[in-house]
């Protein structure tokens, strides 16, 4: 069975985060390993507050997944520092790990912030270079772009950017002694509508520059919390098997508007998704 690593921060209510990564995992019938970079205190209705794992310590968990059970892909989600971007950042490259998805979270679905904007440099500079694809919502590919997006034009423009500025990274790096890092694909997640309201577009931006809209139809579930968690988990599934990013990125999405479409509506803010869809309808009472 192939394995996957998620670097991610823990959800106590279980809809986003280290739980919907290896609820994910678990869906996809592969096998789930998790280093902790946070614990929130959290719900669908917010974060109430959050303890950040000491950075050396990070270390030390990637350390012991990667000397026993060697992970085939790794999905980083909230990296709430720039001192523990860098633990992770030297965990992948002491082990050599590859097929690489950062899910760059800034934000969480109830509008909590989840990264420090010192962070947000570190991330850019130090796993961006490592990932093989980088999976940006609209909010969060506007702060990495520095470009308002209103328009699905914006959307193209704006992975154009953030590719340049990967590219700028390593042309000023020092720290790269291997194999020359190269630029990631983009997925910029158009789910909460761009310009086409009843739309879940997807704008994919491969390394070579080549582009392509994966089109999806909006669900009408507000239910919302984790679904970028799971996508970019569920995209490295797709690349642990072995799967080109496109059909990795599409298979992850398919994945999720069936998780959403599912309609399950837990709590009292935006509800998790029903990540075990493909398995039945829940147990009966
Ligand atoms: N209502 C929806 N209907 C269908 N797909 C959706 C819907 N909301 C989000 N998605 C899809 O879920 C994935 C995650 O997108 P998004 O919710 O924007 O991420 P995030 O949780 O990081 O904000 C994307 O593939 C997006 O198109
Ligand atoms: C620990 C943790 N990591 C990530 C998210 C973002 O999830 P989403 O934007 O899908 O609500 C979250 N809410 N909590």
Redesign the pocket.
């Known amino acids: 069975m192939k394995a996957v690593l998620t670097i991610?921060?823990?959800?106590s209510s279980g809809g986003?985060?280290?739980q919907a990564d290896l609820k994910t995992i678990a869906a996809h019938h592969l096998f789930g390993e998790s280093v902790i970079t946070?614990l929130?205190a959290?719900n669908t209705l917010g974060?109430t507050d959050v303890l950040e794992v000491d950075p050396v310590f990070v270390g030390t968990q990637i350390d012991a997944v990667f000397d026993d059970i060697r992970p085939d892909a790794v999905k980083i989600?909230?990296v709430s520092s720039s001192a523990i971007v860098g633990a992770i950042a030297d965990g992948l490259d002491r082990h050599k790990a590859a097929n690489v998805v950062v899910d760059p979270?800034m934000?969480?679905?109830?509008g909590s912030a989840?990264i420090a904007d010192a962070a947000v440099d570190a991330l850019v500079r130090q796993l961006f270079p490592r990932a093989t694809v980088i999976t940006p919502n609209i909010p969060e590919a506007e702060v990495l772009s520095g470009r308002a997006i209103a328009s699905s034009e914006d959307v193209e423009a704006a992975a154009s950017l953030i590719a340049d500025r990967c590219v700028a990274v390593w042309e000023n790096a020092s720290d790269f002694t291997d194999a020359a890092p190269s630029v990631p694909a983009i997925l910029i997640k158009g789910g909460h509508g761009v310009d086409e309201p009843d739309a879940a577009d997807d704008y994919l931006r491969m390394a070579d520059g080549e582009s392509v809209w994966l089109r999806g139809t909006r669900i009408a579930n507000d239910n919302?919390?984790?679904?970028?968690?799971s996508l970019s988990s569920a995209i490295a599934c797709g690349l642990a098997r072995g799967f080109s990013v496109d059909v990795a990125v599409r298979d992850a999405k398919a994945y999720v508007a069936g998780a959403l479409a599912a309609g399950l509506n837990l709590g009292r803010g935006s509800g998790p998704l029903d990540h075990m869809w493909q398995y039945g309808t829940p147990m009966p009472c």
């Open positions: 991610a921060g823990s959800d986003a985060g280290i946070a929130t959290q974060v989600g909230m979270v934000v969480a679905t109830s989840l919302t919390h984790g679904t970028g968690c």
